[in-house]
């Protein structure tokens, strides 16, 4: 996951960097660049269970990340990881704060969520623009019912496509003064629909979360595919994806009036124990963070 590399892992990436920075652009500096991309990706996934210790390096990471980005606009994976990157950072340590300090601090809370919404933005176009780079025009074509039909993506598209719909939803869900925001749900959820349509595994169950909360979000959405997809998202995680079950709680347990259901899910989730290295070490934190956050606001949401 984007937000696990520490400084140290990545210091030794910078000389590279600043080397290329100086040279012209011929051969020997791109394939420099492009090794040190392969790096970037790689770290972005790696494991890591200290949230605070992420929470730190998460943005050396980005900025180390971004820039080397810009020199390789159509790495894939590297796109995917920078995406990734700043989607959950702004989830994890700038919205989720927000919500917790709406009761004492509005103001404080709403700066909050208008800074997450910007590093959204920043992780959707990272997004898009590599997509775009591998596909002149998708950005349009989402919009024509005729044209998404047949539009396919390539296996080292789906995690684009996932992180720009999930960054791309964020940044819906925190703009809700803004029409011409809040007008893009249906091509964020299209986006997420040609991951889908290509890879419905992805994610171990994020991606099935992630379609559950677009069906609850859309107009006339359908609670009951929604909660379908929702539970393919729990049977992907077996047991093991903490967010499967906080997106249940909060996606089908809580708008249905269900405090038990609710609490159920979450409790679930907090007593998810990770293996040493697993993948998900990180994103369960987070998620376990937040499902013991809901359980203690429980009273004040039903």
């Not at 989730?269 to 809901?294: F, K």
């Amino acid at each position: 996951m984007p937000i696990t590399a520490t400084p140290a892992r990545l210091a030794r990436f910078a000389a590279p960097i600043l080397l290329a920075a100086g040279l012209s652009a011929c051969s020997p500096t791109q394939l420099v660049m492009r090794g040190v991309a392969d790096q970037l990706a790689a770290q972005g996934q790696s494991s890591e269970d200290d949230l605070e210790l992420a929470h730190e390096a998460s943005a050396f990471y980005l900025k180390l990340s971004e820039s080397v980005l810009r020199q390789q606009p159509g790495h894939a994976p590297l796109a995917a990881a920078v995406a990734g990157g700043f989607t959950q950072y702004a989830y994890a340590f700038v919205a989720f704060e927000a919500d917790r300090l709406d009761a004492t601090d509005a103001k404080g809370a709403q700066r909050l969520r208008e800074r997450a919404a910007r590093l959204y933005r920043r992780g959707r176009d990272h997004a898009l623009a590599a997509l775009e780079t591998a596909q002149p025009g998708l950005r349009q074509r989402l919009a024509d019912p005729t044209q998404l039909a047949a539009l396919r993506l390539a296996p080292e598209q789906v995690a684009l496509a996932y992180w720009g719909a999930a960054s791309w939803g964020g940044l819906i869900s925190l703009s809700k003064d803004d029409p011409d925001t809040v007008a893009d749900l249906p091509l964020a959820i299209a986006l997420a629909q040609l991951a889908w349509r290509a890879d419905p595994t992805f994610g171990g169950g994020s991606l099935a979360g992630l379609m559950g909360t677009f069906e609850v979000a859309r107009p006339g959405g359908s609670r009951q595919q929604a909660l379908a997809y929702f539970d393919e998202a729990l049977r992907l995680g077996n047991g093991r994806n903490a967010g499967a079950f906080v997106g249940k709680a909060e996606g089908i347990a809580q708008p249905a009036g269900d405090k038990a259901a609710f609490l159920d899910l979450l409790q679930q989730a907090v007593a998810i124990q990770d293996p040493p290295g697993s993948p998900l070490a990180l994103s369960n934190e987070v998620m376990r963070r937040r499902a013991r956050w809901l359980i203690d606001s429980a009273d004040d949401l039903f």
